[in-house]
């Protein structure tokens, strides 16, 4: 029975990763497997720790990178889940201890999906000098079924970085609701970047916001959304400078074509008048263009728009 | 022998003829050039042989290689082998000066892409990983739209002004390769206000208000075109003066 379980456990592992696209990790980098309610693999680096305790649901994980440490190799998280239908719930705690960087790459996967909910409530805490790259790249199967709710609190201590990146471009979206908060103090950065593509019937809704608190803080959100069909996206990119020298900037764009909606709520505020915030916006069909211009070379139509669609999504 | 055949075309913007009546042949593997002032519809007979969206109404015909091309969309076209150097290139976030030159590149090969990147002077290494973004000079783009239509191979390149915005250094490279493509066997339509560009060319038309004045070798055009330009709203407006009078310093040099 305990042979049947390792086996079981060894072909779980094998399939998350292939879902991936990831087969094999080298000894020295750092990577944890998560299956629903089950941490299935780990391997951890010098300076890097973490605890897991399994939830009803879900999975509670505490992540440390100490002091002074810097993770050489990215480290790999991946979640997921193989069956066709359930809940994975992912408690997140992360601090980075001050002087302490480190890359995180987290994949999401849910393959067969027809009915899976992956709520995330993540809190990251970078001490004064840290900095963090958290990489998020769900893989969905094509035909949605996935209700993915990410919400993420970071408070970045004097002169640390943190980058996120949230990619979804293969398979349906299904239903994303991400809510993401920065407070930033002096001379930290914060940069939060998404890329969504949206099909059928998804729905998406974004929302990062950026507290510059702290002198010279800066904060960039980034918004680039692709969506086709019927799907839907709403997108409320929201900083608010604080202090004196605090530099922001919201970018969004959204490609829509056939039945799909889109709105974009870009809010820019500034309380101190040595403050300085930007934002763009550019909703609606493709830029004509860079569509003449790829016409002209002898693509098609539907060639020239993909073109487009996976150089804003890339 | 004419690749390609202006016939008696007439396209309206807003009621006003900015093509009137308009006819020229066009002959296989030479450079022509299109000159006339600001306004005249050099860049409207252009955006009309390539079908762009806004040019596709008009009277008269444009016959490529025997065949009518009313009615065909621009992709249509340039799959027939017409292409065109805009003006302002576009810019593509995200995606790589490599990703574009391949879109519309007749053989699918890096080695292409590389090629395609040292004729207009750029180092494919710098360049090949490089977005098609804001982060490129407006001369860059220029000469990354040129590598892109070098690597097509078309029948026939249009180029609206061709130097524009490009440094005086690199301008030898844009003539470079209106060579390379007339070797090639590839016509060109160079639309411009450049005597150093019409210099490039084989044979020139003027045309003014939407109308051909006149038609000729370079040299001649150069003679005849301060005399040449017709009654029209533009006539006597700044920028025309200022056409006039550098094609005709550089005439008279």
Same mark, same amino acid.
């Given at each position: 029975?305990?042979?049947?379980?390792?086996?079981?456990?060894?072909?779980?592992?094998?399939?998350?990763?292939?879902?991936?696209?990831?087969?094999?990790?080298?000894?020295?980098?750092?990577?944890?497997?998560?299956?629903?309610?089950?941490?299935?693999?780990?391997?951890?680096?010098?300076?890097?720790?973490?605890?897991?305790?399994?939830?009803?649901?879900?999975?509670?994980?505490?992540?440390?990178?100490?002091?002074?440490?810097?993770?050489?190799?990215?480290?790999?998280?991946?979640?997921?889940?193989?069956?066709?239908?359930?809940?994975?719930?992912?408690?997140?705690?992360?601090?980075?201890?001050?002087?302490?960087?480190?890359?995180?790459?987290?994949?999401?996967?849910?393959?067969?999906?027809?009915?899976?909910?992956?709520?995330?409530?993540?809190?990251?805490?970078?001490?004064?000098?840290?900095?963090?790259?958290?990489?998020?790249?769900?893989?969905?199967?094509?035909?949605?079924?996935?209700?993915?709710?990410?919400?993420?609190?970071?408070?970045?201590?004097?002169?640390?970085?943190?980058?996120?990146?949230?990619?979804?471009?293969?398979?349906?979206?299904?239903?994303?609701?991400?809510?993401?908060?920065?407070?930033?103090?002096?001379?930290?950065?914060?940069?939060?970047?998404?890329?969504?593509?949206?099909?059928?019937?998804?729905?998406?809704?974004?929302?990062?916001?950026?507290?510059?608190?702290?002198?010279?803080?800066?904060?960039?959100?980034?918004?680039?959304?692709?969506?086709?069909?019927?799907?839907?996206?709403?997108?409320?990119?929201?900083?608010?400078?604080?202090?004196?020298?605090?530099?922001?900037?919201?970018?969004?764009?959204?490609?829509?074509?056939?039945?799909?909606?889109?709105?974009?709520?870009?809010?820019?505020?500034?309380?101190?008048?040595?403050?300085?915030?930007?934002?763009?916006?550019?909703?609606?069909?493709?830029?004509?263009?860079?569509?003449?211009?790829?016409?002209?070379?002898?693509?098609?139509?539907?060639?020239?728009?993909?073109?487009?669609?996976?150089?804003?999504?890339? | 022998?004419?690749?390609?055949?202006?016939?008696?075309?007439?396209?309206?913007?807003?009621?006003?003829?900015?093509?009137?009546?308009?006819?020229?042949?066009?002959?296989?593997?030479?450079?022509?050039?299109?000159?006339?002032?600001?306004?005249?519809?050099?860049?409207?007979?252009?955006?009309?042989?390539?079908?762009?969206?806004?040019?596709?109404?008009?009277?008269?015909?444009?016959?490529?290689?025997?065949?009518?091309?009313?009615?065909?969309?621009?992709?249509?076209?340039?799959?027939?082998?017409?292409?065109?150097?805009?003006?302002?290139?576009?810019?593509? #976030?995200?995606?790589?000066?490599?990703?574009?030159?391949?879109?519309?590149?007749?053989?699918?090969?890096?080695?292409?892409?590389?090629?395609?990147?040292?004729?207009?002077?750029?180092?494919?290494?710098?360049?090949?990983?490089?977005?098609?973004?804001?982060?490129?000079?407006?001369? #860059?783009?220029?000469?990354?739209?040129?590598?892109?239509?070098?690597?097509?191979?078309?029948?026939?390149?249009?180029?609206?002004?061709?130097?524009?915005?490009?440094?005086?250094?690199?301008?030898?490279?844009?003539?470079?390769?209106?060579?390379?493509?007339?070797?090639?066997?590839?016509?060109?339509?160079?639309?411009?206000?450049?005597?150093?560009?019409?210099?490039?060319?084989?044979?020139?038309?003027?045309?003014?208000?939407?109308?051909?004045?006149?038609?000729? #070798?370079?040299?001649?055009?150069?003679?005849?075109?301060?005399?040449?330009?017709?009654?029209?709203?533009?006539?006597?407006?700044?920028?025309?003066?200022?056409?006039?009078?550098?094609?005709?310093?550089?005439?008279?040099?």
């Amino acid at each position: 029975m305990a042979e049947q379980s390792i086996i079981d456990k060894d072909a779980l592992i094998a399939e998350l990763l292939a879902s991936i696209n990831q087969h094999k990790f080298a000894p020295d980098v750092a990577h944890i497997e998560i299956h629903g309610n089950e941490v299935l693999n780990r391997n951890l680096v010098d300076g890097l720790i973490v605890e897991s305790q399994s939830l009803e649901d879900g999975v509670s994980v505490r992540i440390k990178v100490k002091r002074g440490v810097t993770i050489k190799n990215p480290v790999h998280f991946c979640f997921g889940l193989i069956p066709e239908n359930g809940v994975q719930r992912i408690v997140i705690n992360t601090v980075i201890e001050e002087g302490a960087h480190a890359q995180f790459i987290a994949n999401c996967t849910f393959p067969n999906a027809i009915n899976i909910q992956h709520l995330m409530n993540a809190e990251i805490e970078l001490e004064k000098g840290a900095s963090l790259s958290y990489f998020e790249r769900h893989v969905h199967g094509p035909n949605g079924g996935v209700k993915i709710v990410p919400v993420t609190k970071v408070r970045l201590g004097e002169g640390a970085r943190f980058s996120t990146e949230f990619e979804l471009i293969k398979g349906a979206a299904g239903v994303i609701e991400l809510d993401y908060a920065a407070e930033v103090e002096k001379d930290a950065t914060v940069d939060m970047k998404t890329r969504i593509f949206g099909r059928l019937e998804d729905s998406i809704h974004i929302r990062e916001s950026a507290n510059l608190l702290g002198e010279s803080s800066t904060g960039v959100l980034t918004s680039h959304i692709a969506i086709k069909d019927k799907a839907s996206a709403i997108i409320e990119n929201e900083i608010v400078a604080n202090a004196p020298y605090a530099r922001g900037h919201v970018d969004c764009k959204e490609i829509v074509q056939n039945e799909a909606r889109a709105r974009a709520i870009p809010i820019v505020q500034v309380n101190s008048h040595l403050a300085h915030v930007t934002h763009e916006a550019a909703i609606g069909s493709v830029d004509s263009k860079q569509l003449e211009t790829l016409l002209s070379r002898g693509l098609t139509e539907d060639e020239a728009t993909d073109l487009i669609i996976e150089g804003l999504l890339s | 022998m004419n690749l390609l055949e202006i016939k008696n075309i007439t396209l309206l913007k807003e009621g006003r003829p900015i093509l009137n009546n308009l006819s020229m042949e066009i002959w296989n593997g030479h450079v022509h050039a299109i000159i006339g002032p600001n306004g005249a519809g050099k860049s409207t007979l252009a955006n009309t042989i390539m079908g762009l969206s806004g040019y596709r109404d008009f009277e008269g015909d444009i016959v490529f290689n025997g065949e009518s091309l009313k009615g065909l969309s621009i992709d249509e076209r340039a799959r027939k082998g017409i292409t065109l150097l805009f003006q302002e290139p576009a810019r593509f #976030e995200g995606l790589s000066v490599s990703q574009f030159i391949l879109a519309g590149a007749k053989e699918k090969s890096q080695e292409i892409v590389e090629e395609a990147l040292r004729q207009v002077g750029l180092v494919p290494e710098n360049y090949m990983k490089r977005a098609v973004d804001k982060t490129l000079s407006g001369g #860059e783009r220029k000469r990354i739209e040129l590598a892109s239509i070098y690597a097509m191979k078309p029948r026939l390149v249009l180029m609206d002004e061709p130097d524009s915005g490009v440094d005086i250094d690199s301008v030898k490279y844009i003539f470079g390769i209106i060579k390379d493509l007339k070797q090639a066997g590839s016509t060109v339509i160079l639309i411009t206000h450049s005597p150093e560009v019409l210099k490039r060319a084989d044979h020139a038309f003027l045309i003014c208000a939407g109308t051909l004045v006149d038609k000729g #070798e370079v040299s001649r055009m150069f003679d005849y075109f301060s005399g040449k330009c017709i009654p029209c709203p533009h006539k006597g407006q700044p920028d025309t003066d200022k056409i006039i009078s550098n094609v005709s310093t550089f005439a008279l040099n």
